[in-house]
């Protein structure tokens, strides 16, 4: 079983930068997706970037250009910049294997705040 941890929420104004780190331990933690979701109260959870155990990334078009993937073997880091109120929401990070979609885990998320 994959276990995930998130850091570096917390609150920052309109315009500032704020980088989360996600660290993923377990067995063959190396050959999994990791991926970063955000969900704003009343929202549905959304995939904000993902990336690959090759390096690979993804982004949505919301963050595509503010937002920054990389990844280090079992962590990964979302460097996220020019952040505007509206991305105020709780980050959760996913391990997701490349072997099966059945087979993945979320931690438990850190909160970012960005005041106007």
């Known amino acids: 079983q994959v276990q995930v941890a998130e850091t570096g929420g917390g609150l920052v104004q309109a315009g500032g930068s704020l980088t989360l780190s996600c660290t993923a331990s377990g067995y063959n933690v190396g050959g999994y997706r990791l991926g970063w979701y955000r969900q704003a109260p009343g929202k549905e959870r959304e995939l904000l970037a993902t990336i690959t155990p090759g390096g690979a990334t993804n982004y949505a078009d919301s963050v595509k250009g503010r937002f920054t993937l990389s990844r280090n073997n079992n962590i990964v880091w979302l460097e996220m910049k020019s952040l505007k109120p509206e991305d105020t929401a709780m980050y959760y990070c996913?391990?997701?294997?490349?072997?099966?979609?059945?087979?993945?885990?979320w931690g438990q998320g850190t909160q970012v705040t960005v005041s106007p």
């Open positions: 996913k391990a997701q294997s490349t072997l099966s979609s059945r087979t993945y885990s």
